[in-house]
């Protein structure tokens, strides 16, 4: 019991330790990112990352003069996440070989029960807390305004999942280790089904496909980046002074090659003249793109003069696709 504790403080140090030297907590306050970038990560420290439609693993750390890591193309972009933070966790502690399936998964990374040897232990807890540390978790409860109360609410933590690159049951642990949550309300929430809180959102609109994520954007989300897949759906609530002839324009957002959806207006006060209401627009995006688009709020005979703008910035490319992991394929070539 004591070399398991000793095991998951050790992984947890660790990748506090890896926080510190790669300056990653500075990197996404100045960027104005959400998540942190484990394959980056894995790129500084010299491994070749590799991105392969494995059978029945969902990676592997390989040692030796060339380090390497594998990672599964047959997941989505948050269990690739995990499992690269799980081998990158190999690699910093300068672990034996590994090949790691779904096992890695199902494990709680801090209970000291199980079977488990003490590199995977350390595996375990180094990937928890390096993709979800507290203060990420802090900063992104500040920029959009949710209070911990909202945290016990499914809807509001998938949301956080979506911008923290964890899927909503990692999340729901998280929230628990960091005593956000009561042991009680993780138990309720994880027994909540992604699609549920999915089809809320959407209010009726049927996806082509479910295992799309469904990002609900307002003006907090001005000028972050919204780190997704190739199929997502943005659902996009905007308060609309329309009594005043102000109106928001998605002419830009259907340029840059997203399908609308659904476009609907909610008049809280019917009666009042000149009333503010929510205008409420889905988008679906049709490709791996990534860019950014500004949405303005104008009349439209003054649309130079904007009464507000909402700066929309995204890299919609995951899950990875396979072969050399895309941005440190492009610097090899740069340098060739």
Same mark, same amino acid.
């Given at each position: 019991?004591?070399?398991?504790?000793?095991?998951?403080?050790?992984?947890?140090?660790?990748?506090?330790?890896?926080?510190?030297?790669?300056?990653?907590?500075?990197?996404?306050?100045?960027? !104005?990112?959400?998540?942190?970038?484990?394959?980056?990560?894995?790129?500084?420290?010299?491994?070749?990352?590799?991105?392969?439609?494995?059978?029945?693993?969902?990676?592997?750390?390989?040692?030796?003069?060339?380090?390497?890591?594998?990672?599964?193309?047959?997941?989505?972009?948050?269990?690739?996440?995990?499992?690269?933070? =799980?081998?990158?966790?190999?690699?910093?502690?300068?672990?034996?070989?590994?090949?790691?399936?779904?096992?890695?998964?199902?494990?709680?990374?801090?209970?000291?029960?199980?079977?488990?040897?003490?590199?995977?232990?350390?595996?375990?807890?180094?990937?928890?807390?390096?993709?979800?540390?507290?203060?990420?978790?802090?900063?992104?409860?500040?920029? =959009?305004?949710?209070?911990?109360?909202?945290?016990?609410?499914?809807?509001?933590?998938?949301?956080?999942?979506?911008?923290?690159?964890?899927?909503?049951?990692?999340?729901?642990?998280?929230?628990?280790?960091?005593?956000?949550?009561?042991?009680?309300?993780?138990?309720?929430?994880?027994?909540?089904?992604?699609?549920?809180?999915?089809? =809320?959102?959407?209010?009726?609109?049927?996806?082509?496909?479910?295992?799309?994520?469904?990002?609900?954007?307002?003006?907090?989300?001005? !000028?972050?980046?919204?780190?997704?897949?190739?199929?997502?759906?943005?659902?996009?609530?905007?308060?609309?002074?329309?009594?005043?002839?102000?109106?928001?324009?998605?002419?830009?957002?259907?340029?840059?090659?997203?399908?609308?959806?659904?476009?609907?207006?909610?008049?809280?006060?019917?009666?009042?003249?000149?009333?503010?209401?929510?205008?409420?627009?889905?988008?679906?995006?049709?490709?791996?793109?990534?860019?950014?688009?500004?949405?303005?709020?104008?009349?439209?005979?003054?649309?130079?003069?904007?009464? =507000?703008?909402?700066?929309?910035?995204?890299?919609?490319?995951?899950?990875?696709?396979?072969?050399?992991?895309?941005?440190?394929?492009?610097?090899?070539?740069?340098?060739?």
């Amino acid at each position: 019991m004591a070399d398991n504790r000793a095991a998951i403080l050790s992984g947890a140090k660790a990748a506090h330790t890896l926080h510190r030297d790669l300056g990653i907590r500075e990197q996404i306050e100045r960027g !104005g990112g959400s998540r942190v970038d484990v394959f980056g990560a894995i790129a500084k420290l010299g491994a070749t990352l590799m991105f392969q439609p494995l059978d029945k693993l969902l990676g592997a750390y390989l040692p030796g003069e060339e380090l390497g890591v594998l990672i599964t193309t047959k997941r989505q972009l948050p269990v690739q996440r995990f499992t690269g933070a =799980h081998e990158l966790g190999h690699l910093y502690m300068s672990h034996q070989p590994s090949l790691d399936d779904a096992s890695i998964l199902r494990r709680s990374p801090f209970s000291t029960a199980g079977r488990a040897n003490r590199q995977e232990r350390e595996a375990d807890a180094f990937a928890s807390m390096f993709l979800s540390p507290a203060w990420l978790i802090a900063l992104t409860l500040q920029r =959009h305004g949710w209070s911990a109360r909202q945290l016990t609410e499914p809807e509001f933590v998938y949301q956080a999942s979506l911008r923290l690159g964890t899927s909503y049951r990692a999340t729901c642990y998280a929230l628990e280790r960091h005593k956000v949550i009561s042991s009680a309300q993780c138990a309720r929430l994880v027994n909540v089904e992604p699609k549920t809180i999915k089809q =809320h959102f959407l209010a009726g609109y049927e996806p082509p496909d479910w295992r799309s994520d469904v990002w609900l954007l307002t003006q907090r989300d001005e !000028g972050l980046l919204i780190e997704g897949g190739r199929n997502d759906l943005f659902v996009m609530k905007l308060r609309e002074n329309s009594g005043a002839g102000y109106l928001w324009n998605f002419d830009q957002l259907r340029d840059a090659g997203f399908a609308l959806v659904i476009d609907d207006r909610d008049d809280a006060c019917p009666d009042t003249i000149g009333g503010v209401l929510t205008r409420t627009v889905t988008a679906r995006s049709e490709d791996r793109v990534e860019g950014e688009v500004t949405l303005q709020e104008a009349r439209p005979w003054a649309a130079d003069t904007p009464l =507000h703008q909402l700066l929309l910035r995204y890299d919609l490319r995951g899950p990875e696709s396979p072969g050399m992991w895309e941005p440190e394929l492009k610097r090899v070539l740069q340098a060739a």
